[in-house]
Nanobody, 124 residues
Framework: QVQLVESGGGLVQAGGSLRLSCAAS????????MGWFRRAPGKEREFVAA????????LYADPVKGRFTISRDNAKNTVYLQMNSLKPEDTAVYYC?????????????????WGQGTRVTVSS
């Protein structure tokens, strides 16, 4: 079992920045990939970014490339999502996820554990 706790969400004006954190606990030594997804009101869950737990390889969704950066601190078992140049369309609940396997990183079914989510609201 892996427990994931997100933090760092909030209200920010367009053009501003936020940093989300995801603290993992439990059987973290089996984690292969960590990802961030989001769900905007009335929309489907959407892939945002992912990072390998050990190698530092990353993947980003096109809408966030160049604005968001995913990183991890293995000593703290924490993954971060630095979000810059935020837009109103980034408004969503952001979820952290952990995968034991090496499935397709952008597919939510590849992930085994999920956090409760943290809300991000970007005002125009």
């Amino acid at each position: 079992q892996v427990q994931l706790v997100e933090s760092g969400g909030g209200l920010v004006q367009a053009g501003g920045s936020l940093r989300l954190s995801c603290a993992a606990s439990g059987r973290t030594f089996n984690i292969y990939t960590m990802g961030w997804f989001r769900r905007a009101p009335g929309k489907e869950r959407e892939f945002v970014a992912a990072i390998s737990w050990s190698g530092g390889n990353t993947l980003y969704a096109d809408p966030v490339k160049g604005r968001f950066t995913i990183s991890r601190d293995n000593a703290k078992n924490t993954v971060y999502l630095q979000m810059n140049s935020l837009k109103p369309e980034d408004t969503a609940v952001y979820y952290c996820a952990a995968a034991y396997g090496s499935g397709y990183w952008a597919q939510y079914t590849s992930y085994d554990y999920w956090g409760q989510g943290t809300r991000v609201t970007v005002s125009s």
